[in-house]
């Protein structure tokens, strides 16, 4: 199931807030501080890199930074607001995001860059893939059963560094036209975060490439978003749900094929994802023959409470985590 976002309220209630206020400074003027408006944490991280010492000196928001997953995010007045007077709006561009074009309607500021990632990526976004033994998703009635929705991409290209590099350029350039008189520092500090990104993957590649074949194989007792991760690195996988999924109860099927598959394939660890109750992940182990595999769990930044955190951290932390799990 897809969560629909309702926000006709919202933009007529930020259109009321911005009527009194105006869409700057106190003064109604247009602020002159660069303003960046971000719908999840790797956006917003990577952006607060590229800016470097040039952050102090900028009102860099990142919308879904309570926790909130970004699949059920509903933004408030207070965000339409934010957006509406931006110089530069980022956001994923997925099903998650059918809010965005709502709100980019209702903009302020003529002048706003506004970055997609998927978009950005174009041929390389990968759509959805239901694979054996996932459990089939509810479909959800359209108001026009009709209407030709086209093919549901997988959001979480943050997850794949090499994409993680490639948007840090697009990005670069995107900052860079919001504040043209600062081009030169934010092509010099995203480069060099961009060659972090790239050493991080060369680490990760090292690590899959010395791995036979058949021990490449992730077991997933959850949703799964890896999956550029799990294609830049040749890995197969098996999991409960598509990583966009709103299911949280798995079929006695679907235990049943992921615990048979554990036994074949022989692995020792079942993956889960930050904040799972390892329910399902609980219900595989308890159906296999030996009984005894170990829970691991991953990052995958669908919902950050912790701006202190960083992207290349986190991505560090589950290379540690898989390298304890997978060796």
Known sequence: MRFRKTISAVLCAAMVITS????????????????????????YDWIRHILGDHLADTDLTCLAANGTDMHSFQPTAEDMIKISACDLFVYVGGES??????????????????????DELGSAAKEEE???GMEAEAEEEDEDEDEDEGPEYDEHVWLSLRNAANLCYELEVAVSAADPSHAGDYMETGGE???????????????????PKEKRVM???????????????????????????AETE??????????????ELGV???????GSDGAIANAVISNTKKKDMQIVKLDSMQSVTDLSNTYLNIMEQNY?????AMS
């Not at 540690?320 to 304890?324: G, K």
């Open 97 to 118: 995001d059918k809010w965005v074009e709502d709100a980019l309607a209702d903009a302020k500021n003529e002048d706003m860059k506004v970055v997609s990632l998927l």
């Open 250 to 263: 798995a079929s006695f099927s679907t235990i049943a094929f992921l615990s048979e598959k554990a036994d």
């Open 320 to 324: 540690e985590t898989i390298r304890e």
């Open 20 to 43: 009194f206020t105006g869409c700057g400074s106190a003064s109604g003027g247009k602020s002159s501080r660069l303003s960046i408006v971000c719908t999840t944490f790797p956006e």
């Open 130 to 132: 239901v694979k054996e």
């Open 268 to 274: 020792d660890d079942i993956f889960i994802l930050e």
């Open 219 to 245: 077991i997933f007792g959850d949703r799964f978003p890896f999956r550029y991760f799990t294609d830049d690195y040749k890995i197969d996988y098996y999991a409960a749900f598509v990583g966009c999924s």
């Open 193 to 211: 975060y961009i060659e972090e990104l790239n050493k991080l993957n060369d680490k990760y590649k090292e690590f899959f490439k010395e791995m």
